[in-house]
């Protein structure tokens, strides 16, 4: 990545930023046909054809992030690439020993005095990057190797995209002259996190410094590994000293026509040094010969192209100054237009022809010795200077944004806000005005600064469910796999996805695992249920709340399930004496839950209320003579006196239900005014009066906040006696608009 730097072990960052880094992205990935695919398939990206076609030999690595890279290795298999350790997170035992580059015999090892406590500290909180970082430097100080092993790949497991920590295990192996585990580690690490443009620059100085430059293969290899960083890191906007790196290294080598051909990729691309490239250029094209420089394709047509024009404008100038009544030359017609004497001269298909010349050759062979050398030169910047303005172009448009990357690297701290409205704004553009190539670019520098923000995740499997499936797959294996274990959002999203496509084995066994790996989450368990629902597995649905409800007796959890399922057998089984059945259970064991109650009176009113209406009062009867609270059983006892007025088959009933209310109102109304007056004890005169007044129970009841039902004087205002807008209006107040209000037991993460 473009501003990346390695800080100490010790801290708690993977990268750093130097001061000569202050303005740039992370790293980007392929600059042609850049597409995000599923681990079986090449995705990302293949290096641009040049002439001089010694990148052919090149080889797809599949990385776990979903990208490939043209890696020289032959034969190199990821421990994060496969789809079996990719997809979800692996278990404490299976997180520790991922991927170890070669067999050791871990049990007959004898490793450092402290070793086991710093293993054990980052073991027991895997989640504390600190207890990693300090876990890595003491092996580092140890300069214990297979410790080391231990310890970095048990780290990368679950913190792939700390590319500083690539370096030092590199580093390490190579300290111990391990030149074959050298190597892998820079492979792994460069398929964990391909757009890592350091890294790359520290895998080609590796290559340079300890292969044999006199060997072909070797000289081979390295054109490769360079064609391989170009194409997954040229597009970092701050890519340049990559570039200058490969130009360098040819340079050596003599290839000053593969220097052309680098240039013409990297003027089409948007870096931070974009002119420094366009200046280079033009001194490399005045300083060398041409035909060092340019491909023999490129120069024939450019002489072919100088030559044209000057023999249009030599026979151009001849017609011009033929004198009156003298022959054209051969070759030149007049075409004669009525109502004019101009003559207009024109070439004919035939000219120049072997009547003109001896030979068209020698007329070309002349030409081309007296070519001006100059003009060629001036012909090629002239035709680059279109890319390089439109080039320019591109830089200014997104230059703010670049400006706006403080931080491009991998952290575990917290991103500033403005930073995280920069990214948005970014991939905003990029998706509205960029190409796609560009785009999957961003995204994937966006998610290694961003790696722990679950919004930038699902943003980038939206966009990419769009064009590619297992592209998409692939950013959820990745992000659920490493990045978000904890997350229930994104890991939902993905198992929805699943079920989209239509692999509803794969959408189980991500719920599941999920819930395994965070017991409780009664959402991830609702997706669990619904899931099955919909596939028509009833028995399975059922039998999933009813384990909920086994695994939570004695928390309201419990009882949260029991409303679930009772619904589900009411709505979908259409069982309402079993949809009873369980919430009468459920009362037994939680008598005081209102919601039980509320739930069970949805239940009864849903059936025929003429042949129900004992169940329905038999509900009502049970709630008002439980232990809840007195404003809770004054909305029971309000919708009892409703009932019976819109249902009820006996005046007696419903008369009965009315004094009962009120006696409910006037006790709730005399715990108010206690409170309020200080003390317990009113004048008597102050008693009477509130007795004599008719309206005193119902504006009392109604200031402190329940409402009245049928209270008033009934005589002076027959209205008052079903007051009901009233308490339509206040309603309300009891929250019974939202009876099942299981968003409390969702987790806020």
């Known amino acids: ?49 040049d002439s001089t076609g010694k990148q052919e030999d090149t080889k797809a690595v599949q990385g776990c992030n979903g990208v490939n890279t ?39 090892l004898s490793y450092p005095l402290e070793f086991e406590k710093y293993w054990k500290a980052a073991q027991e909180n895997p989640h504390d990057f600190t207890a990693w970082t300090e876990l890595l430097q003491y092996v580092e100080q140890e300069n214990h190797i297979f410790a080391a ?7 990368f497991a679950r913190y792939p995209y700390c590319y500083g920590y690539w370096k030092k295990y ?14 892998e580690v820079f492979e792994r690490g460069l398929q964990s996190i391909p757009l890592s443009m350091d890294l790359w620059i520290h895998y080609i100085s590796y290559l ?21 960083a170009v194409a997954a890191a040229g597009m970092d906007f701050r890519s340049d000293k990559l570039w200058e790196m490969y130009v360098e290294w040819e ?39 041409l035909k060092d420089i340019l491909s023999a394709e490129e120069l024939l047509w450019l002489q072919s192209k100088i030559t044209t024009e000057a023999v249009q404008k030599s026979v151009e100038t001849e017609v011009e100054e033929v004198p009156p009544g003298e022959d054209l030359p051969p070759g030149v017609e007049v075409k004669p237009e009525t109502g004019a004497d101009v003559q207009v001269p024109r070439f004919s298909a035939s000219y ?36 390089y303005t ?23 701290k917290p991103l500033e806000r403005a930073q995280l409205k920069n990214w948005r704004d970014y991939l905003d553009y990029e998706i509205t005005n960029g190409s796609h190539e560009r785009t999957i670019v961003l995204f994937e520098r966006c998610v290694i600064a961003c790696a722990l923000y679950e919004e930038f995740w699902i943003k980038y499997t939206k966009y990419l469910e769009n064009h590619t499936v297992a592209g998409a797959r692939s950013v959820f294996q990745r992000a659920c796999g490493y990045h978000l274990p904890r997350k229930p959002n994104i890991h939902l999203l993905w198992a929805a996805f699943e079920e989209k496509q239509g692999d509803l084995e794969e959408a189980r066994r991500i719920l599941k695992s999920y819930e395994e790996s965070i017991p409780g989450l009664a959402m991830v368990r609702l997706r669990r249920v619904s899931l099955e629902r919909r596939h028509g597995n009833l028995e399975a649905a059922e039998a999933l709340l009813q384990e909920a409800i086994r695994d939570n007796e004695g928390m309201p959890l419990a009882s949260f399930y029991a409303i679930k399922l009772a619904r589900q057998v009411l709505k979908v089984q259409k069982n309402l004496i079993k949809a009873r059945k369980v919430l009468m259970e459920a009362l037994e064991k939680d008598p005081e839950n209102a919601k039980l109650y509320t739930n069970l009176l949805e239940i009864e009113f849903s059936a025929d209320v003429r042949q129900n209406e004992g169940n329905t009062m038999n509900c009502f009867e049970r709630a008002l003579s439980s232990g809840l609270p007195e404003e809770t059983k004054i909305v029971f006892s309000q919708r009892r006196v409703e009932f019976l007025e819109d249902f009820g088959s006996s005046i007696h009933s419903l008369l009965t239900a009315y004094d009962e209310h009120q006696k409910f109102l006037k006790h709730q109304m005399t715990r108010k005014r206690a409170p309020e007056n200080g003390c317990t004890d009113e004048p008597e005169d102050k008693k009477l009066r509130a007795e004599d007044s008719p309206g005193m129970v119902n504006s009392a009841v109604t200031t402190a906040g329940i409402p009245p039902l049928m209270g008033g004087d009934m005589s002076t205002n027959p209205a008052a006696a079903y007051n009901y807008s009233t308490w339509y209006q206040n309603y309300g107040v009891y929250g019974y608009q939202n009876p099942w209000n299981y968003s409390q037991y969702y987790s806020q993460s």
């Not at 202050?22 to 054809?49: H, M, R, T, V, W």
């Not at 340079?208 to 391989?228: C, G, R, W, Y």
């Not at 022809?353 to 030169?377: H, M, P």
């Open 352 to 387: 120049p022809n072997d009547a003109d010349f001896d030979s068209y050759s020698e007329l070309t062979s002349a030409v081309r010795g007296d070519l001006d050398q100059d003009k060629i030169r001036e012909l090629v910047i002239s035709i680059r200077q279109q890319v």
């Open 208 to 228: 340079q410094a300890t292969l044999d430059m006199n060997l072909p293969e070797s000289i081979q290899k390295i054109h490769s590994v360079f064609e391989s």
């Open 170 to 183: 590199a580093d390490m192996e190579r300290r111990f002259d391990f030149s074959k585990e050298t190597e």
């Open 251 to 289: 340079k050596e080598q003599g290839d000053l026509k593969s220097i052309t051909a680098i240039y013409d990729r990297v003027l089409s691309t948007p870096t931070q040094l974009y002119s420094h490239h366009w200046e280079k250029f033009k001194e490399h094209v005045m300083s060398n010969s």
């Open 390 to 412: 439109q080039n320019e172009a591109e830089v200014s448009k997104r230059w703010n944004f670049e400006e706006g990357i403080k931080r491009p690297y991998f952290h575990v």
């Open 70 to 108: 043209e890696a020289s290795v032959s034969g190199l298999k990821d421990p994060y690439a496969s789809e079996e350790n990719c997809q979800y997170p692996a278990s404490e035992e299976e997180h520790t020993a991922v991927a170890t580059p070669v067999a050791t015999e871990e049990a007959s």
């Open 1 to 49: 990545m473009a501003a990346e730097g390695l800080e100490a072990a010790g801290s708690s960052s993977c990268g750093g930023a130097g001061p000569e880094r202050a303005l740039g992205g992370g790293s980007e990935g392929g600059e042609s046909g850049l597409d995000i695919g599923g681990p079986n398939q090449d995705l990302l990206p293949k290096p641009p054809s």
């Open 149 to 155: 092993r231990k310890a970095f790949n048990a780290f």
